[in-house]
Nanobody, 123 residues
Framework: QVQLVESGGGLVQPGGSLRLSCTAS????????MGWYRQAPGKQRDLVAG???????NYADSVKGRFTISRDNAKNTVYLQMNSLKPEDTAVYYC?????????????????WGQGTQVTVSS
């Protein structure tokens, strides 16, 4: 099917920056919507940012003006540039990708999650 590999998480001080990456691999025919979600301890997983195949983006109100989502279709990769990080941004970040993959002699839709990467904002 399709596998997602995330990277870029870590520990950063308040006001700092991090860039997350998520690369899809496998029998991919096309990638449609790509997005980033986050889940803090004891809370539900929430949308952070999403980007369509045409480049249209949407953001959670809490990250508007600080985070930027982008994608490189040639590399099957979605990025999340996070600036001006705050302690409340601390969470496990997951990428989510929807698209079409080659299945046998045809195609099938898929939706996959990355393994998650920890982002900790603390002094």
């Amino acid at each position: 099917q399709v596998q997602l590999v995330e990277s870029g998480g870590g520990l950063v001080q308040p006001g700092g920056s991090l860039r997350l990456s998520c690369t899809a691999s496998g029998s991919i025919r096309s990638l449609n919507r790509m997005g980033w979600y986050r889940q803090a301890p004891g809370k539900q997983r929430d949308l952070v940012a999403g980007i369509t195949s045409s480049g249209r983006t949407n953001y959670a109100d809490s990250v508007k003006g600080r985070f930027t989502i982008s994608r490189d279709n040639a590399k099957n990769t979605v990025y999340l540039q996070m600036n001006s990080l705050k302690p409340e941004d601390t969470a496990v970040y997951y990428c989510n990708v929807e698209g079409v993959y080659v299945r046998g002699s045809g195609y099938s839709n898929f939706g996959s999650w990355g393994q998650g990467t920890q982002v900790t904002v603390s002094s």
